[in-house]
C-alpha cells in the first residue's frame, strides 16, 4: 500500500499542488480515528475469551 499511496500523493501534487495535497492528507490522517470512535471497541473494557473459562475448569478439575 505505500507505493501506492506516494504515487497518489505525487500525483495529487502535481495537479492540485503541495499545499492543497498536504491539506488533505491532513484532514484524512485526522478523519481516519472516526471508525475507532464510532465502534464498540471504545467502550469495551477486556476481552471476553473462551481461555479463562478452560483455565478455571482446569485448576478446579486437578484439585
Do not use: W, Y
Not at 495535497?21 to 473494557?45: E, F, K, N, W, Y
Request: hydrophobic share 45%; aromatic share 2%; proline share 5%.
Amino acid at each position: 500500500m505505500l507505493p501506492l499511496g506516494s504515487l497518489l500523493g505525487g500525483a495529487l501534487a502535481s495537479v492540485f499542488g503541495l499545499r492543497a495535497t498536504l491539506t488533505v492528507d491532513g484532514i484524512g490522517v485526522a478523519l481516519s480515528i472516526l471508525p475507532l470512535l464510532l465502534s464498540p471497541l471504545r467502550t469495551m473494557r477486556a476481552q471476553n475469551s473462551g481461555t479463562d473459562k478452560q483455565n478455571q475448569e482446569t485448576s478446579l478439575g486437578s484439585h
